[in-house]
């Protein structure tokens, strides 16, 4: 079974800085591992995605990176900024179509 | 504008008394899908259907049926809710070969009493 850990679990930065989220699973057999974002009392907004196949993704300030065989992802955000605040989930999907669910980071920008 | 939409968005209920969230995607998505999230468990995966007709259990399937009569609709159904069912909970859909985007819809908080 697909454990998904993220790491840190609550992150409080000032504006500007530069971070780094990270996301481990325990089963490399995926078809791909999707970032998402999730604002308080709202749904999830899908960042990026990236394919098994793939050790990169980035749209804008967002880069993901995927290591596959080592069961790791990270997530970079350069230059925070206040509106960068939400909850980032990291999301593996295995056979079956099935997403598997980190718990999460927390990210407070303060201005 | 494309969308997942839930209703309804907030729902309090009491235990055993049947109750159905309905979704719905504007998307012809062929893959729509059901999770519950709960404080410390995170997102968990209920059911998902690949096509109409088509439905298969997730991780935490027990306590729920869905059924996929139409594209665009993927109803969650609590015959006989109890109290550990309360919890927020999302639609989403996917598009692709592999749904490699999931699309979600703004959530459902059920408080079954």
């Known amino acids: 079974k697909q454990e998904v850990t993220q790491i840190p679990a609550a992150l409080s930065v000032p504006e500007g800085e530069n971070l780094v989220l990270n996301c481990s699973f325990t089963?490399?057999?995926?078809?791909?591992l999707q970032w998402f974002r999730q604002d308080p009392g709202k749904g999830l907004t899908s960042l990026l995605l990236?394919?098994?196949?793939?050790r990169e993704q980035t749209s804008g300030r967002l880069n993901a990176s995927l290591d596959k065989s080592s069961g790791r992802s990270t997530l970079y955000i350069a230059a925070s900024q206040p509106g960068d605040s939400a909850t980032y989930l990291c999301a593996p999907k295995r056979t079956g179509n099935m997403l598997t669910f980190g718990g999460g980071t927390r990210l407070m920008v303060k201005p | 504008e494309a969308q997942v939409t839930q209703n309804p968005r907030y729902l309090i209920t009491v235990t055993g008394k049947k109750l159905t969230v309905t979704c719905s995607q504007n998307m012809n998505h062929e893959y729509m899908s059901w999770y519950r999230q709960d404080p410390g468990l995170g997102l968990r995966q209920i059911y998902y259907?690949?096509?109409?007709?088509?439905?298969d259990k997730g991780d935490v399937p027990e306590g729920y049926k869905v059924s996929r009569k139409e594209k665009r609709n993927f109803p969650l159904i609590l015959e006989s809710p109890s109290p550990n069912q309360t919890s927020l909970y999302f639609c989403?859909?996917?598009?692709?070969?592999?749904?490699?985007?999931?699309?979600f819809g703004p959530g459902t908080r059920l408080l079954v009493l």
């Open positions: 989403a859909s996917g598009e692709g070969v592999n749904q490699e985007t999931q699309y």
């Open positions: 990236i394919q098994s196949s793939q």
């Open positions: 089963d490399s057999a995926i078809y791909n």
């Open positions: 259907s690949m096509n109409v007709e088509v439905t």
